[in-house]
């Protein structure tokens, strides 16, 4: 009996040294999944707050005019939403477009479009080129206009936004771009026949400009 309850008494006092393992390791466990979570929590916030706080923010353009005109869309789900560009600006494919009246050299028509939270045109697809050639030979009269596309070395060509330059979708005017000295900057040539109507040209020299802004979905 003595022995029996010996080797019994060894026996219970391992189960409750594993109990109390065993409970150590589900706090341990407790505590770490909850720190986990906070941890998760409060970067899920960092990051997704600045974005709904950007969303509800006007963007540059919204800030620089004060009458819009709206076009109704009904995208692929159910909910109606508007497509606006400032008034007298051209809408086509999410974008607004504003063509100048009057002329500058390239570093003060790109330095006015940012003045009006955009920038000069980025020409991405051939769509793009031919509704903005069409808009160019409306009146008044122009002959060329500066577009977003320049190089800082001969035959480096870059857009102002920092979009890849595609070769595939240029529209060189036949025999340009001929690098002509000092020619660093692109022109629609209006009197050519679109699409391929684009020329190198000195940056010196003014120019009618389009400035291009993404158009404001509420
Ligand atoms: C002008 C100038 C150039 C253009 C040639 C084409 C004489 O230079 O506009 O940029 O390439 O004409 O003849
Ligand atoms: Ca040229």
């Not at 709904?52 to 789900?77: I, M, R, Y």
Request: proline letters at 6%; a negative charge; one cysteine or more.
């Amino acid at each position: 009996m003595m022995n029996g309850q010996g080797r019994v008494s060894p026996g219970s006092a391992a189960p409750a040294e594993e109990r109390g393992c065993t409970w150590l390791n589900i706090w341990v466990f407790l505590i770490f999944a909850l720190a986990t979570k906070a941890a998760f929590v409060t970067l899920c916030l960092w990051l997704v707050l600045p974005l709904c706080h950007s969303s509800d923010q006007p963007s540059a353009l919204q800030q620089q005019f004060s009458e819009w005109e709206c076009d109704s869309a009904v995208p692929q789900g159910t909910d109606r939403s508007w497509t606006c560009c400032p008034k007298g600006w051209r809408r086509f494919q999410g974008s607004c477009y504003f063509l100048s009246l009057d002329k500058m050299n390239f570093a003060e028509s790109a330095q006015n479009c940012s003045g009006m939270g955009s920038q000069l045109v980025v020409i991405s697809s051939k769509a793009e080129q031919e509704f903005l050639s069409e808009q160019t030979k409306q009146p008044p009269k122009r002959v060329n206009v500066y577009i977003g596309l320049f190089a800082k070395k001969v035959g480096q060509w870059q857009w102002v936004d920092k979009t890849p330059y595609n070769v595939t979708a240029a529209f060189w005017r036949e025999g340009e771009p001929n690098y002509f000295p000092g020619e660093n900057c692109t022109v629609i040539h209006v009197p050519t026949e679109p699409p391929n109507n684009w020329n190198d040209i000195g940056s010196d020299l003014e120019n009618h400009r389009i400035c291009e802004a993404a158009a404001v979905i509420v």
